[in-house]
């Protein structure tokens, strides 16, 4: 067997590994981690989707034990505006969409219309972003009391929609990862790596550090970042970019003191010229960014931009310019090494999926972990699931950007003519007359359901959509009672439940 892992950076990802690990294996597996001091962290992934609570739960942790030394806040949904250029908004809830008679709510939605809003007549969780509501009640019920504590639980055992996320401060988290991890075990250097030096074979021997010398394993994780020292440099593993249908390569990002305002439940992502704004709200900050593409837009010209739509609150808070490497390697696992997060593919955080991305490679390496046979079909198993997830993302993101009715100026008109990946247009092509469905959507794990393509297209505005046809002979009596049901329901949360703010201030 193995018994020596080497992560080889710290951050979010190496923390987020080494405590993984340590959790599945105990002290059955030697994990060290080398990180140099003073190598600063990208900072960016504070938003999460709800799967991250597999994470905490694997860990054995409750809310009240990390979520206020990360500054963490509850995450509902995405809140979408002026993707439409006309300054409307709407929400990608954590919310899976109910079903009258074999149709959906949307498909109903189509056909009767019922309101202005489809995700306000459609589901219950807008409202309660509207009113900037905490998912709990001050005793710390859930408003939907099915959902229960599941510890040990993984991704792929996740049968339903939790209704929440997280927003925390990813170097926050990544510093009370160490205190867990090495309190349990964990090994811990800080130094620099100065070399990686390979065998015979072309595998990872050790890496050479300035202070330890040479430091030996098994297995090597890279999470290094964008510089895949290991992984990208060492083993000179091929990069895929997704720059043809993804153009955002860069952000800029600004930490602004929170003002003490009611705090939203949610992400927003704000439309711009050449990209959008993501404001996500911490207890003690705003964290808030713009990401955005080169091609179209100057660093000066996106710093003067969220500047100014941030206000006088950005007023001597330092910038944070940031160039994204978007794409993957061609395989994550390369002999006796592993990337994990940003050393092995990112994506632009439009749907928060960077922290999903390393949870689902660390999750997958535990299924996977190797003995001294090194099995090529554990190797190639966990590549294909790893480019799968990152190829499913990079589609669904792409729609996105399709599927936006704004077309103001040369970057939003571009959204519609550049190539599509793989496999979009045709399934494009019947969502116009059937909504996405488990059949037609991208056909391998990438952690987005279809009601959360849904949500994207009818949002969006840009594809016209039309209801079944079908549904023109159906009684549609039940189905108007359901849209009543979910506005009942959701006014009455909003009236029972705590602001986010007050809930957070009480616990």
């Known amino acids: 067997m193995l018994r020596n ?47 991250v609570r597999h994470f905490f739960g694997y860990l054995g942790l409750e809310e009240s034990e990390w979520m206020p030394h990360c500054q963490a806040t509850y995450k509902l949904g995405i809140r979408y505006e002026n993707w439409r250029g006309d300054g409307t908004y709407f929400y990608h809830p954590f919310e899976r969409l109910r ?128 510089r895949s020292l290991l992984l990208g440099k060492a083993l000179n593993e ?43 709200p911490l207890q003690s900050r705003i964290g808030t960014g713009y990401v955005y593409a080169r091609d179209y837009c100057t660093p000066e010209e996106a710093e003067r931009t969220l500047r100014a739509f941030v206000g006088p609150a950005a007023d001597g808070v330092e910038a944070n310019h940031i160039r994204m490497r978007i794409g ?54 966990y590549n294909r699931l790893c480019a799968n997830v990152l190829d499913g993302v990079r589609e669904f993101l792409a729609l996105h950007y399709y599927a936006a009715s704004r077309q103001d100026n040369r970057y939003w008109h571009d959204t519609k003519t550049r190539p599509l990946p793989d496999g979009l247009r045709e399934r494009l092509t019947e969502w116009r007359v059937k909504l996405p469905n488990e059949e037609n959507i991208f056909p391998y794990y990438h952690g987005f359901e279809p009601y959360s393509y849904t949500a994207i297209l009818m949002g969006m505005g840009g594809v016209p959509l039309g209801a079944p046809p079908a549904l023109g002979l159906v009684d549609a009596t039940v189905a108007r009672k359901e849209f009543q049901h979910v506005r009942d329901q959701g006014l009455d949360l909003v009236d029972r439940l705590p602001g986010q703010s007050e809930y957070l201030a009480r616990r």
């Open 5 to 51: 892992v080497l992560v080889v950076g710290g951050g979010t990802a190496g923390w987020m590994t080494a405590s993984y690990l340590r959790a599945a294996f105990g002290d059955r597996l030697n994990v060290t981690v080398v990180e140099s001091p003073n190598v600063p962290a990208i900072g960016v992934g504070e938003a999460t989707f709800s799967t």
């Open 99 to 226: 079903v009258v008679d074999g149709f959906s709510l949307t498909d109903w939605w189509l056909h009767l219309k019922p309101g202005e809003r489809f995700d306000q007549d459609c589901f219950v969780i807008p409202r309660l972003c509207d009113a900037q509501r905490s998912p709990r009640f001050l005793d710390g019920r859930l408003f939907e009391q099915e959902f229960t504590a599941q510890f040990r639980t993984t991704l792929s055992e996740q049968d339903t929609q939790f209704p929440y996320a997280y927003h925390f401060d990813a170097a926050l988290l990544a510093r009370y990862l160490t205190g867990w991890a090495t309190s349990r075990g964990v090994g811990h250097v800080l130094d620099h790596v100065v070399d990686v030096a390979l065998d015979e074979r072309g595998w990872i021997s050790h890496v050479v550090t300035s202070d330890h010398g040479e430091l030996h394993a098994d297995l090597f994780v890279d999470c290094t970042g964008f």
């Open 238 to 280: 091929p990069f895929q970019s997704y720059q043809d249908t993804l153009p955002n390569d860069s952000a800029v990002a600004l930490r602004v003191p929170y003002d003490g305002n009611a705090m939203r439940p949610c992400t927003t992502a704000t439309a711009q010229d050449a990209g959008w704004i993501w404001t996500i």
């Open 328 to 381: 993957r390697s061609a395989r994550s696992w390369v002999h006796n090494c592993v990337g994990v997060g940003l050393a092995a593919g990112f994506v632009e955080p439009l749907e928060s999926t960077g922290i999903f991305f390393i949870q689902h490679a660390i999750e997958q390496l535990v299924k996977h972990f190797p003995d001294a046979a090194w099995d090529d079909g554990l190797r190639d198993s």
